[in-house]
């Protein structure tokens, strides 16, 4: 195989001696190829390496050709396909065309023939990018998961799609609720290591004490429970995409041991003495404000450093103009659905309420009030009277002056309550367990999220709910 990153050109036939001549006439008129014999090669091959043109013979040893080719569509590559057919084959030809190749070329054929099929096909795939390129600039409304054609989300589109190419580390910062997993995703989606493991650590949810080795791995006997040895999140990821989710919550100690990983790419399982080297792309995210962490110590300034190569902030919800409507409309068919349910819109009143609302909890917490009113609801257009708390008529606000910031109070930031609130009295550690629990389930039960908003650390809370397991227990 050619040692090129990514060659222009694939050529997929099992007999040698042909791919030999096949190559050397792509040779000479300036092309370099790579070749391949078996079709499951080649798709894994096309898959993590985009090639331009793949030059397919439909009749491998280990499968049709032409399911390479129904793939490539499928999964809508930007790859171009010319099929090589047998002579007296036109069924196998028009078959292919009607699949989606560019061209067919049958065998035996000239060099020349060869090379202008492949010029021919490599000039309409270029057009054919061009003309994507300026359409998805005039405006995405669906992008690998993100739903919204708003303005302010066009630029991380398209950050999104050239950082995936690179294997620089993007730094995602945004609210609880904005998008941050799904942008992760996307990148790895969208990048050269889409076939290989994204894996995904959020290092707010496990304890200190276990981290290191869901990171690193451990070897048997590093520690109580330790019984075999196990593999972390960094050898898993081999090739692929690391995702260090909720980063500012990650301990000072494992931010020495993650930025000397990042500085050597090599580094030690928990009670192991091995250096282990693995070719991984780091992605991180955080609802904090990183500068700020790093400002009070709790976050290593030249770790920032190391990580900030890209930086990617997702917008709150509510600086979204439209999208708000465009992912509940969106929400609702989905959810109808799934609960066989018959809604196919909403009221225009209740448009208006959800587009003024402000969304603290974003698009997560949009999720939560539309599957709210199909599960507790029926009929095809949700009215007012559907409405949920925060967004009953009457208890709403329209979004705020200043926009919140996530951590503007734990309830529901956002709302007023013209209603006078029942004040609870007990005792005082009942009343923290409440306030907690409530946080937790408003958050999905993602405790670093709750903390946020509680603002504590996550540790609290697990000291916490430790205590409570306890005194439970007596
Ligand atoms: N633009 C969008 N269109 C459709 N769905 C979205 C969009 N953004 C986020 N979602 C969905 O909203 C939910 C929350 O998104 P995600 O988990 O990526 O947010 P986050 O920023 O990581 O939140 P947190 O800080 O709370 O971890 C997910 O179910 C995700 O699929
Ligand atoms: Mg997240």
New binding site residues.
């Given amino acids: 195989m050619d040692d090129t990153d990514r060659p222009d050109i694939l050529l997929v036939e099992d007999v040698p001696s042909l791919a030999n001549v096949y190559r050397e006439f792509l040779r000479k008129a300036g092309f370099a190829s790579t070749h391949l014999s078996l079709g499951r090669e080649a798709q894994d091959y096309v898959r993590g390496h985009l090639p331009k043109l793949v030059i397919l013979d439909l009749q491998l040893p280990d499968m049709a050709g032409i399911e390479i080719l129904r793939a490539i569509k499928q999964e809508e590559l930007p790859t171009a396909v010319v099929v090589i057919t047998a002579h007296g084959s036109i069924n196998t030809a028009v078959e292919a065309m009607q699949a989606g190749a560019a061209d067919f070329i049958v065998k035996p054929f000239s060099a020349e023939r060869l090379v202008v099929t492949v010029r021919n096909a490599l000039e309409q795939h270029r057009l054919r990018t061009l003309v994507n390129s300026f359409r998805d600039d005039m405006g995405r409304s669906r992008f690998h998961?993100?739903?919204?054609s708003s303005l302010p989300m066009q630029p991380v589109y398209r950050i999104i799609e050239n950082a995936a190419t690179s294997k620089a580390t993007v730094f995602i910062t945004?609210e609880?609720?904005?998008?941050?997993?799904?942008c992760a995703e996307a990148i790895h989606r969208a990048s050269p290591r889409r076939a290989k493991p994204f894996i995904a650590i959020n290092c707010g949810a496990i304890p200190k004490d276990l981290i290191e080795s869901e990171v690193f791995g451990h070897v048997k006997g590093a520690f109580t429970g330790a019984t075999a040895d196990r593999d972390g999140a960094a050898s898993r990821a081999d090739g692929g995409t690391l995702f260090l989710d909720e980063l500012c919550e990650m301990d000072l100690n494992l931010q020495t041991k993650l930025l000397r990983f990042l500085q050597t790419g090599s580094f030690t399982r928990v009670g192991g003495s091995k250096v282990e080297k693995v070719d991984i792309r780091i992605l991180c995210?955080t609802?904090r404000n990183p500068q700020t962490e790093v400002e009070e110590g709790r976050f290593r300034e030249d770790l920032y450093y190391r990580l900030h190569v890209i930086p990617i902030h997702l917008p709150p919800l509510r600086d979204r103009d439209d999208d708000v409507i465009e992912?509940a409309r969106a929400l609702l068919l989905q959810y109808s659905k799934e609960e066989s349910k018959e809604f196919s819109g909403f009221l225009p009143e209740v448009e208006a309420i959800i587009k003024n609302y402000a969304w603290p909890g974003n698009?997560?917490q949009l999720?939560n009030v539309i599957r709210n009113i199909v599960v507790l609801n029926d009929g095809q257009q949700v009215g007012l009277d559907m409405l949920p708390p925060p967004l009953t008529p009457g208890l709403t606000i329209a979004r705020p002056i200043a926009p919140p910031v996530a951590s503007a109070g734990a309830s529901n930031p956002g709302v007023l309550s013209s209603a006078p609130t029942a004040i609870a009295v007990g005792p005082l550690w009942r009343i923290e367990k409440d306030a907690i629990e409530r946080a937790i389930a408003a958050c999905d039960g993602?405790i670093p999220?709750a903390a946020a908003l509680l603002e504590v650390a996550p540790s609290t809370i697990y000291r916490k709910k430790q205590a409570w397991d306890e005194m439970a227990a007596r």
């Fill in positions: 998961g993100f739903i919204g945004g609880s609720g904005t998008g941050k997993e799904v995210a609802n992912i698009v997560r999720q993602n999220r």
